[in-house]
């Protein structure tokens, strides 16, 4: 990839709906040397699809929380494997430092909420975890 791919990402990450013509103008190219670069990173599988982003207040789960999780020994592929087949995870994330899991939760009720919290806290191999409620996004 190149420095005009990844101008073209960006500006695909601001509006994935940004008409062809509107990005080569943006770029500084012709509009059949855009709609190439896109057909290029989607068949190589650098760009895996396109998505919506919500407004927050509009969203249908209202209850949104970061999850940190320690690891017990060897056993974060297990783990990761069983918490993505949670409904209220939307995203697990490895990091480094105290915490070997990152959890992004979402669930439409507080009773939901705690029932995913429960049953995340007892996957075997879970040694500890600490969870803050999102309030706000900007």
Do not use: C
């Not at 480094?96 to 439409?108: A, F, I, K, Q």
Request: aromatic letters at 4%; zero cysteines; charged letters at 30%.
């Amino acid at each position: 990839m190149d420095e005009k791919d990844h101008q073209l990402i960006s500006l695909l990450r601001d509006n994935a709906r940004r008409p062809i013509s509107a990005l080569a103008s943006a770029l500084g190219v012709s509009r059949g040397t855009v709609q190439n670069r896109i057909d290029r990173l989607l068949a190589d599988g650098r760009i895996l699809g396109f998505t919506i982003r919500l407004r927050p207040d509009v969203q249908h789960m209202a209850i949104r929380a970061i999850t940190l999780v320690e690891v017990e020994g060897e056993r974060t592929d297990r783990i990761i494997k069983d918490l993505r087949g949670y409904p209220e995870v939307h995203a697990v994330h490895t990091t480094n430092g105290r915490w070997d899991l990152v959890l992004e939760l979402e669930t439409d009720t507080l009773e939901a909420f705690d029932l995913a919290l429960r049953r995340i806290r007892e996957v075997k191999g879970i040694a500890n975890s600490e969870t803050s409620l999102l309030l706000s996004s900007f």
